[in-house]
DNA sequence: TTGAAAGCGCTAACAG
DNA sequence: CTGTTAGCGCTTTCAA
């Protein structure tokens, strides 16, 4: 019901002109004399003409539009990522189209569906926690649709994606833990199916072995990323007869969990317990005490992916799959390093 | 450079019949035989075939697409308004174009302009912290495109809106300070043209002489809602000769901050400042001690939003702005409740 | 220097 | 029952 915009029409009956000469004159075209371009240009602004790109994208077969699939809008990491994929996107002239999986795999296949039937001129995506089978992927590949995955990825060598160095990172952190005078480390780790947890608990592993420290299995909780789950895995590691003197969880969420759970049993952080999250959001420095974390670069993953994107569409040919790994850094807060004993 | 989708026309080719035929089969159009729809149907399905949105759009006018205009996408409170808006409009076929002011009106401005140039349906927005002229959103009312304001609102009586009872929250605030016995109440506030500021301020005064308690100016800081702003602002009320036994923060953001500029002075929260914020994100769980804060329906509100969107693109009449209140609820945790002061 | 016409994919009124 | 045609807004040959 919304009044109809201007269009070259318009300007072209007012001007009794044809409509191909606006077309012409709004682009400058030499063919059009200098007199008639700047009188339409002028009508043009003043009744606030601008394409429609709907006839634009139906003629050139392209919408300008890129859709992104996170598992979950709410959170500080995806929030910034798509902030930087908006950025690059914006810097291009297209627009992103925002689905959450909500980390369900079925929901996942739908996004796929409606954003392809949407006609996307690709797809950014971070796969749900619950995605072990990659086939509504594979389809994209015949119909020659960038996609990206960034995060939680999956075929590499098919697709392009934007990772961090989830082992280093790992590996970086128990020696950060290992330096602080920590010997039994614990591990809150995520479901292995996801490239990024089994890759942090690789790092893990190499970590101890590079501290020469032991390998105990009783001393790693795998979950399912959920508060819940969180909760009991550290209160399983803090009830062992031998409980750890440092908790490396996950991610930042769960190091909250843990850090909660730490507190309950009367422990003290990092008197008693290290403590140290992956993500680095805002709140790691709100939380008491503040959280040590591995920073994400999450905008520059987000402009990263686009611009993977971008690269992706502008080639004529088809590009081979480009993985891009992005450097992270060690916050050392007070959570992780140990105070003189004699409080 | 994807290769082209499926059209009614490859279909047609295929089977022999005209273009319309094969449209009107695919919507059960009582015209077509049978036999000859089933057929037609089985291609689709088999071919995958999905109408053009481009060229659907082109037809009938319309986009499908919602703008959004956020401050900020990286926030807990505004994502999951979001995920609201989009849940309404994907049941209803519509997609959700988000972009961000950053809290700057120019950005705002820009917004404006560009969702409108892609002919977006609708408009949802919450105003940017620095908004002070509406001009922009005023042009919008002779294009007669629907328009929602949220949270940070402006001439409500000509556009529709969902809003909280910012005054009544404040004012609930405050006698809950008393209830817990606190007796000089602090208001760390936000900046006055933005309505939900001033509302909560007013809140906060009302909630005052309800207590019959003195409006001490002292006690009250005026911020630009930035982490450096609200830090100072904190320290300030806190170095008061009499300082606050309580502090109200103008949202959950300024009340991490505030917990932190408590704790470094050395007093404790809550046994010597008592300290409520509003929003209640997740993290108002982690803190320590977990925040008192006033929980936002976030997710409803953004439902509410596409609502009134959606009513207003339904109805033919130019239906007469909506102002809709959203309930709120005081979540009381420790931050707010003395505990005996013997310990 | 400008205009006419075709076509992008689809629907709907009009023919047959 | 099915096909033809016009048209949504725009660009781009081809003609003039």
Redesign the interface.
């Known amino acids: 019901?919304?009044?109809?915009?201007i269009s070259l029409k318009d300007i072209a009956k007012e001007l009794n002109v044809s409509i191909s000469t606006v077309s012409r004159a709004l682009k400058n075209h030499p063919d059009i004399s200098v007199a008639l371009t700047t009188k339409i240009q002028a009508l043009a602004r003043e009744r606030e003409f601008?394409p429609?790109?709907?006839?634009m994208?139906?003629l050139k077969?392209q919408?300008r539009i890129i859709g992104v699939i996170v598992p979950n809008?709410?959170?500080?990491f995806y929030?910034?990522i798509?902030?930087g994929i908006?950025s690059v996107a914006?810097e291009n002239g297209y627009?992103?189209?925002?689905?959450?999986s909500y980390e369900s795999y079925i929901k996942e296949k739908e996004c796929v569906e409606n954003l392809?039937?949407?006609?996307v001129?690709g797809l950014i995506v971070c796969l749900s926690k619950e995605t072990k089978d990659y086939s509504h992927f594979e389809k994209i590949i015949?119909?020659?649709?960038?996609l990206v995955f960034f995060d939680r990825v999956c075929r590499t060598s098919e697709f392009s994606s934007v990772v961090i160095d989830n082992r280093d990172m790992a590996f970086q952190i128990i020696k950060h833990f290992y330096e602080s005078g920590a010997r039994r480390i614990a591990h809150i780790a995520g479901p292995q199916h996801l490239s990024i947890a089994c890759e942090r608990f690789e790092g893990y592993q190499a970590g101890l072995k590079n501290c020469k420290l032991k390998f105990d299995k009783n001393l790693v909780e795998f979950i399912d990323l959920t508060i819940d789950d969180a909760a009991k895995a550290a209160n399983k590691l803090l009830s062992l007869p031998d409980s750890p003197d440092a908790i490396f969880s996950v991610n930042d969420m769960v190091a909250?969990?843990t850090?909660?759970e730490i507190?309950r049993k009367g422990l003290r952080i990092p008197e008693d317990v290290l403590l140290v999250g992956i993500t680095d959001e805002f709140?790691a420095?709100?939380?008491?005490p503040p959280l040590t974390s591995i920073m994400h670069p999450t905008f520059d993953i987000g402009r990263e992916c686009a611009s993977l994107f971008f690269a992706q569409?502008q080639?004529?040919e088809k590009t081979p799959p480009i993985q891009k790994v992005m450097k992270t850094k060690l916050i050392v807060r007070e959570s992780s390093v140990r105070k003189d004993r004699t409080c």
Chains 1, 2 share one sequence.
Not at 52 to 55: C, E, H, K, S
Not at 116 to 119: M, P
Not at 142 to 146: M, R
């Open positions: 019901m919304s009044r109809k915009p601008s429609n790109p709907l006839a994208g139906l077969q919408t809008l709410v959170t500080f929030s910034s798509i902030s908006e914006r627009y992103v189209l925002i689905t959450s392809l039937s949407s006609r001129e015949n119909k020659e649709i960038p909250y969990v850090m909660k507190k709140h420095t709100v939380v008491d569409i080639s004529k």
